[in-house]
């Protein structure tokens, strides 16, 4: 049984900073593309974040435009964990952020919800202006 286990969220003021993680269980994120997506209220569940593991070269990254520069995504493979560090948060990054394990067939796929098979619960992230 796959478990995907997101922890991290919280309120934090306009500018401030948060780290999330995603603990995986049941499958090695190394054999996955793993990803980072958010949701907001009446909004549809959009792309922040990926990482993808190749055995010669290492972890590449992806990220959405909207947070480019400020977040980073890491993973630690001994731990078989994947977070994802934000840094000048805005209102505007307030959602429901869900860590998602899959296997896209090209990196253009990997801002696709659809591409994912695994989810986690969701952790939520208010920052106050």
Do not use: H
Request: aromatic share 12%; hydrophobic share 30%; net charge positive.
């Amino acid at each position: 049984q796959v478990q995907l286990v997101e922890s991290g969220g919280g309120l934090v003021q306009t500018g401030g900073s948060l780290r999330l993680s995603c603990a995986a269980s049941g499958r090695t994120v190394t054999d996955y593309a793993m990803g980072w997506f958010r949701q907001a209220p009446g909004k549809e569940r959009e792309f922040v974040a990926a990482t993808t593991w190749n055995k010669w070269i290492g972890s590449y990254t992806y990220y959405a435009d909207s947070v480019k520069g400020r977040f980073t995504i890491s993973r630690d493979n001994a731990k078989n964990t994947v977070s994802l560090k934000m840094n000048g948060l805005q209102p505007e990054d307030t959602a429901v952020y869900y860590c998602a394990m899959g296997a896209p067939s090209n990196s253009d796929r990997l801002s696709q919800p659809a591409s994912y098979e695994y989810w986690g619960q969701g952790t939520q992230v208010t920052v106050s202006s």
